[in-house]
């Protein structure tokens, strides 16, 4: 099993600031995953973060607007560039291992953009 | 990824089971069945899996049918606790898909007391 955190939990920005958000583990694992659930929807994938290599996006997001940092095997980072209130949402980090059969979600950051 | 289709909405009483359905008729024989649940104001949690067998664990039961194009997640005993949005998810373990989950739109199971 894996333990996540996330910070921050919420916070409120204005439109055309970046905000960073952290996701560490309490165990090594393979695959750190980034979602963006929208309110009232549902989790879209927004990409894998890769240790050592660029992340892979998913159709819709690009590196200029999500970056994305995996610097060791318990740590990512996700962040949201020039923001909008279409940027509001809240992200989830997860965690998965080759041989589990699960995956581990963060309790997400809810961000608020006015 | 192969898609999955969950009505929208279902409502139980407490203490009864409750049986959440889940169609996916263009699965494939790597996809295996995977479901997850998101309580208000968290990140989703693993429930169950399966591949063509009925499993059993201490969170619920799946039962799949033998065709493989729908599968029924079973809680025993619904309690207030299990109030969430229920997602069935197809993961494919072949061909080097990363493992990564893609979510539908989910069931919001509602619980009376």
């Known amino acids: 099993s894996a333990v996540i955190s996330q910070k921050p939990s919420r916070d409120i920005c204005q439109r055309g600031t970046s905000l960073t958000i952290q996701c560490q583990v309490d165990s090594q694992v393979t695959m750190m995953f980034w979602y963006r659930q929208q309110p009232g929807q549902s989790l879209t994938l927004i990409a894998t973060?890769?240790?050592?290599?660029?992340?892979?996006?998913e159709s819709g997001f690009v590196i200029d607007k999500f970056p994305i940092s995996r610097p060791n095997l318990t740590f990512s980072t996700l962040t949201v560039s020039n923001m909008s209130p279409e940027d509001s949402s809240i992200y989830l980090c997860s965690v998965g291992q080759g041989g589990w059969d699960e995956q581990f979600f963060g309790p997400g950051t809810r961000l608020t953009v006015l | 990824d192969a898609k999955t289709t969950q009505p929208n909405s279902m409502e139980s009483n407490e203490e009864e089971p409750v049986h959440l359905p889940c169609n996916h008729s263009t699965i494939s024989g790597t996809d295996y069945i995977h479901w997850y649940r998101q309580l208000p104001s968290q990140g989703p949690e693993y429930v169950i899996h399966g591949l063509t067998s009925n499993v059993n664990n201490r969170m619920a039961s799946l039962a799949i049918a033998e065709d493989r194009k729908s599968s029924t997640l079973i809680l025993h005993r619904a309690t207030l606790r299990d109030a969430a949005v229920y997602y069935c998810?197809?993961?494919?373990?072949?061909?080097?898909?990363?493992?990564?989950?893609?979510f539908g739109k989910g069931t919001l199971l509602t619980v009376n007391p």
């Open positions: 998810i197809l993961r494919d373990v072949g061909g080097g898909s990363n493992y990564k989950l893609t």
């Open positions: 973060a890769n240790q050592g290599s660029e992340a892979t996006y």
